[in-house]
């Protein structure tokens, strides 16, 4: 039986320079640095409150996502309006501007330094 989503992870050549974006600029929290003891790669465990997300070195990742629509994943935020205007004074390449759904909220897409979209979500029940 599935219990549920434990963690996202996110491969890249700089996991510490991709793990610092989202601490530093998007606003997560650092949690536990990580150390593979065969490869010598480094982790990152970024603390959202439900679902960790861990960026994580991997020989295999070069360069920015070529596709980077494929996987997102959402961060749920209280004010989205405020939260994007943080991130474009930051100068975070936004995808999407604000957009609502019908029935689910409102949303605004973005991509990190290494091409990642993910995006702030504001639900209905917020």
């Known amino acids: 039986m599935i219990r549920g989503l434990e963690a ?3 491969g890249s050549s700089g996991a510490k320079k991709l793990a610092d974006f989202y601490t530093n600029v998007v606003g997560l929290k650092q949690g536990v640095i990580m150390e593979n003891p ?12 439900t679902v960790g997300i861990y960026i994580l070195d991997h020989s295999k990742i070069k360069g920015k996502s070529k596709d980077p629509s494929r996987v997102m994943f959402n961060l749920e935020v209280d004010d989205i309006e405020k939260e994007v205007k943080r991130l474009k004074k930051a100068k975070v390449k936004v995808v999407a501007d604000i957009y609502h759904v019908p029935e689910y ?4 897409t973005f991509a990190d330094p290494e091409g990642n979209y993910f995006q702030f979500v504001q639900t209905r029940a917020n």
């Open 8 to 10: 996202i992870l996110i």
């Open 38 to 49: 065969e490869t010598k790669e480094e982790g990152y465990n970024l603390e959202t409150g």
């Open 105 to 108: 909220g409102l949303i605004a």
